[in-house]
């Protein structure tokens, strides 16, 4: 433990602790204006997290590399076990039913396809993706991804595309397969519009071009989202002072939209506060990556990186209004014991990464 603690990287672990506990001071002023208990169960959420990292981050990569294929063949048949089984919440069949608490499989399932990419690429010399690597790619990722869609969760099984982006973004693809991925990406998207995407999903696509068209109905999120970040101003109206929860206003605040209710109480400045912690946090991944002594390690980081980045951005926008409502939530920030779980579990990773590379030098 000597050596673990010598080279331990500290703001892979203080960087997102920050984010969560302001997190949980806005979810405390939920509480007070709502009466939702949800910051309570976040801290508990919390402490199991913590758990998690240092887990994560004391056993060697290596080992949960070794055990990803096993992990994935048990992730299929978890999540074709919830859609035969699985505890409806809010919609989606995507829900272990655990004494009071609901518990997101398809949330730990990014974790394993994570792995389980970076163990199958580890040796890719190759050079930008071909056609078979991509493929192969294509379909660890999207097995998941479809099975959770069939759940119903059309949210967290857009946030699986991220680690296929992000594996395009380290390896590259060639020129050819490229042009392949652009067609059969607006392929897909006609096809998914047509025969996928249910008309609620459709009419979300729609408002967002023109949220005034439906100003109390799917456009109402969007909306109210944008009147929330507006209303905080500079400086914001101060913590607890926020009227927009408290009014109940903003749907889903303490998820998808808990950054309005920050940008409310704190303002602009608080939202440069919190985006540069974001910023620092990113960078600080970026370092263990940039320095990865071999093609697994920098895949592994790589990716984690890549995905809490665009689930970050995603949220962002859309609490903006610059995008649909995907019920994409902040990570480390937004009320939800699966996704903070995994969160802090990724971020083990990359600091067992780290400590693996310079404990050895």
Known sequence: MKRYFKYFNYSLLFTPLSITIIGIF????IFKATGQPFFERQIVWLIVSLIAFFIFSILNYKFFLN??????VFLIVVLTFL??????IAGTKSWIGVGGLGVQPSEFGKIVVILLIARIFKNYYKGAL?????FKAGLIVGVPALLVILGNDMGTAMTYSFILITLIFILGVRKNLLIFIVVGAILFSIGSWNFVLKDYQKKR?????????DPLGVGYHTIQSKITIGSGGISGKGF?????????????Q???FILSVYAEEFGF??????????????????????????????????LILGQIFFQFLINILVSLGKLPVAGITLPLFSYGGSSLITVYSLLGIVEGVHISKYSRE
Do not use: C, M, W
């Open 26 to 29: 806005v979810l405390y002023s």
């Open 67 to 72: 055990l990803a294929p096993s992990l994935y």
């Open 83 to 88: 859609i035969l089984f699985g505890k409806k």
């Open 130 to 134: 071909n056609f078979i690597d991509f």
């Open 205 to 213: 696509i729609k408002v967002f071009l023109n949220p005034q068209s």
């Open 240 to 252: 607890l002072k926020g009227t927009q929860k408290k009014l109940g206003f903003l749907p889903a």
């Open 254 to 256: 303490h998820t998808d």
């Open 269 to 302: 400045v608080g939202i440069i506060v919190l985006i540069l912690l974001y910023t620092f946090l990113f960078y600080s991944i970026f370092r263990v990556a940039y320095v990865a002594e071999d093609i697994s390690s920098l895949l592994l980081v790589g």
